[in-house]
Each structure stands twice: as C-alpha cells, then as structure tokens.
C-alpha cells in the first residue's frame, strides 16, 4: 500500500487567513482526493485532484474556497481560503487506483479561532 | 441522502466479547470498505468486499454483504481494548473511483 504523508499535521489559525495543505504520496498513483471531517462526523469528498487539469468538485465545493493543485503523480495541495470557525475540520487526502481501496494520509487537524 | 448508515452508533463492549456491527446503503454498489479511524486520526483501510462476495475474513474480522438488502456487517471477535475506534463503512458505486461514507460507529473495549 501507498505511504502518504501530510503537512502539516495540525494548525491554529485566525479567521480571513488560509492555509495549505501538502500530501505526498511515496509512489505514483492515478487517483487522489481530498476529503473533509468535520467534528464528530463523517468524511464528506471535497474533490477530486485531477493530474495536468483542474480538481473535480463535490456538490458543496467551491475552487475559490478549496482550491487544489496536483503538479505531478505523487503529489497535491489543497488550501482552504478565507477561512471561518466553520471551516475547522480534519482534511484528509488519500489515494487510489481503480474502484478499489483508497489508502489515507494522517490527516491535518485544523482549527480556525 | 446517499450516505451509508451504519449502527448502532456508539458500542461498547467487554474486552473478549465480539462486536458486531451494520451498515446500510442505498444504492447499487461495486464494493463496499470497512475502515477505523482512532481519536481523529487518518483512516487504517480494514477490508473490501465485492458486490459479488457474500462474506469475507481477515484476522479477527469477518464482513458479510448482502446486496438484496443493501447491508453489510463488521463482526471483530475476541476484541481486544486496541480494537477501541471509529469505524466506518464506505461503499464504491462503480461509476468511478469515489466513496460515499456512513455516519460511523464508535466501538469502546473495556478493559
């Protein structure tokens, strides 16, 4: 399986900033997507990250707020912008081939004050 | 909504008793994934199943499906106070690569 590695693990960040996320895959992969959980709850797909073209957003997302990049095959960013108390959430990547098993990146803990 | 379900929501159990646990969905799927997730942590992948599998093992853990009644099960036997997590049952439609998630289950192991 993929080793996927995500920075950073957490942050504190004040409302109006945004951040990037990095996630690095150890190996080449086809599929990566990036997947938000909110406090005590599921994960919900953001996007999509689409190697060469633009991410494919989930009904609910928005490039402005969630804008996604993915240079080459092991790696992608996501950045969440503008942000709110709301947007405080665990943001995970993860990575897959096929319709089969996705494997996960450790996530990034974020909490916007 | 598309999302799975699973329950009970919250379980908590005897260290050594088996845990059982359900997921239910709505649609025709490709397959359906069991992972656990502990304190917030990223997801550890558990076990697929195929839509057409009926049952699967792996270790301590035993998933069924049964695609006639959109369902699946997660059985952990003789578990252990490591086996203290989030699970979750995630399903592929087929249509491409994508999971839809369940609600989850928190399972705690008492020592």
């Not at chain 2, 087929?94 to 989850?104: I, R």
Request: aromatic residues 8%.
């Amino acid at each position: 399986s993929a080793v996927i590695s995500q920075k950073p693990s957490r942050d504190i960040c004040q409302r109006g900033t945004s951040l990037t996320i990095q996630c690095q895959v150890d190996s080449q992969v086809t599929m990566m997507f990036w997947y938000r959980q909110q406090p005590g709850q599921s994960l919900t797909l953001i996007a999509t990250a689409n190697q060469g073209s633009e991410a494919t957003y989930e009904s609910g997302f928005v490039i402005d707020k969630f804008p996604i990049s993915r240079p080459n095959l092991t790696f992608s960013t996501l950045t969440v912008s503008n942000m709110s108390p709301e947007d405080s959430s665990i943001y995970l990547c993860s990575v897959g081939e096929g319709r089969d098993t996705q494997y996960f990146g450790p996530g990034t803990r974020l909490t916007v004050l | 909504s598309q999302q799975g379900e699973e329950d009970p929501q919250a379980l908590s159990i005897q260290e050594g008793e088996n845990a059982t646990m359900n997921c239910s969905y709505k649609t025709s799927i490709n397959n359906l994934q069991w992972y656990r997730q502990n304190s917030g942590r990223g997801l550890v992948h558990l076990i697929l199943i195929r839509s057409n599998e009926r049952e699967k093992h792996s270790g301590r853990l035993r998933v069924t499906l049964d695609t006639s009644k959109k369902s699946s099960s997660l059985l952990i036997t003789a578990s252990r106070a490591a086996d203290t997590a989030s699970y979750f049952c995630a399903y592929n439609t087929g249509a491409n690569s994508k999971l839809t998630f369940g609600k989850g289950i928190t399972l705690s192991v008492r020592p």
